[in-house]
Structure formats: structure tokens, C-alpha cells
């Protein structure tokens, strides 16, 4: 089977997408990883794009007016010939015309077991945050296919762990953050190994 292309997006460390760029370099993923697409100048996962050869690209939302930054994100893209698009810590939304040209094809991880702790206002610390405050006794990590809503679309795969009675948002989210660098390229080693297959809301992964 030829290798997938995929295009990783970032808005942070990008500490996710150097756990994607391991297993790559690990050859334990059929796949190629093509671009790296930040939306902040400063992002640290460019860097790490960089230091691995990896063609980098900043589109810098702040700058780019609204829908013209749409446009570029979805032309560089297909320009590039992606196959799967992979979210890992980027912080906007899609647009409705992207979420359709890539249906089905787009990865995003999330730091809580969804539907607990995600949507609107849920990102970085202030999902741990709530987790902790709520008094949960588990928590974990979601990756999941991206629709048109947030953080809603079907699981791939579902992690949990453990909450401590004096971990605070920072001790949970290391936690989490470990189960996150073996789900999300788990996630993909599944996708560019054909073995997921959408069916209404269910994810099914054959053997
Ligand atoms: C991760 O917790 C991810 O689940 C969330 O944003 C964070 C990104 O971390 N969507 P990093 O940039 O991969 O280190």
C-alpha cells in the first residue's frame, strides 16, 4: 500500500507532532509526513519541523484576514496532495468547506475523554482545571475524526487514567500528555493502515 501524505497542524510545542515524527522515523507508521502547518509565528512545533526536515509553513492567523486564511490553509493542503490532515494542539476551528473536502479525513486529539470536558473554551490548562475541579476519579485522552462541530466528531480511540487526590491541572496534564504521544500516532498508524472505517457515529477498526 503506497504510504498516506499527511499534513500535521499546530499552534503550540508541538509535542504531539514530535511523537507522530518518532514513530515516522521509527518506520512504524505507513505514511509521509509532507508539511507542517502552524498558525502562530512562535509555535515550537515549526522548529521541531525544521530540525527534522520536514517542509514547515506558518499561516499566520493574526495577520491573514479571516477568509483568506481559509483559503491558504485549504491550498496548501491540497496543493501538497494530503491525505490526512492530523490536529495536534491547533488551536482554531476549521472551516465548513475544509471539513467537507477532508470528511473523514481529518484527526484531532483532545485532552479529556469527550464528551466529558470539551467544546467552546475547552483548551490547554483549563481542561485539566475542570477535570480536577469536578472531582472526577478518571480522566484521559480522546482522538477522534473532526466534523462540523466542536470536538464532536466519531472516536477512534479513548484512553484513560487515574486522578491522584492532590493532583492539580499541571500534575494531570503531564499525565495525560504521555497517554496522548501513544494515541494520537496509534490513531494514524490505524488510518494510513486502512483499518478505520466510519459508520454513523462509530469508529470500526478491523484487525
Ligand atoms: C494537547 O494537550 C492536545 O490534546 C491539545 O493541545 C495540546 C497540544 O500539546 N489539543 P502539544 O503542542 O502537542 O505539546
Known sequence: ??????????????????????????????????????????AYGLERARIHNIE???????????????????????ERKVELVVLAGY????????????????????PSLIPSFCG????????????????????????????????NGPIILQKSTALDFDDTAESLQRKILDIEHELLPEAIRLFCDRKLKVIGRKVSISK
Do not use: W
Open 91 to 110: 488551536l482554531k476551528i476549521l472551516d465548513k468547506k475544509f471539513i467537507e473536502v477532508y470528511k473523514d479525513r481529518i484527526i484531532n486529539i483532545h
Open 1 to 42: 500500500m503506497p504510504p498516506i501524505r499527511i499534513a500535521v497542524l499546530i499552534s503550540g510545542s508541538g509535542s504531539n507532532l514530535q511523537a507522530i515524527i518518532d514513530k515516522m522515523e521509527n518506520c512504524e507508521i505507513n505514511g509521509e509526513l509532507v508539511v507542517v502547518i502552524s498558525n502562530k509565528e512562535h
Open 120 to 151: 467552546k473554551g475547552f483548551y490547554g490548562l483549563k481542561v485539566h482545571q475542570s477535570a480536577v475541579d469536578y472531582g472526577v476519579k478518571l480522566s484521559g485522552a480522546t482522538v477522534h475524526f473532526v466534523d462540523e462541530k466542536e470536538d
Open 56 to 78: 514547515s509553513l506558518l499561516i499566520d492567523s493574526k495577520t491573514v484576514e479571516h477568509d483568506e486564511y481559509n483559503r491558504l490553509i485549504l491550498n496548501a493542503v491540497t
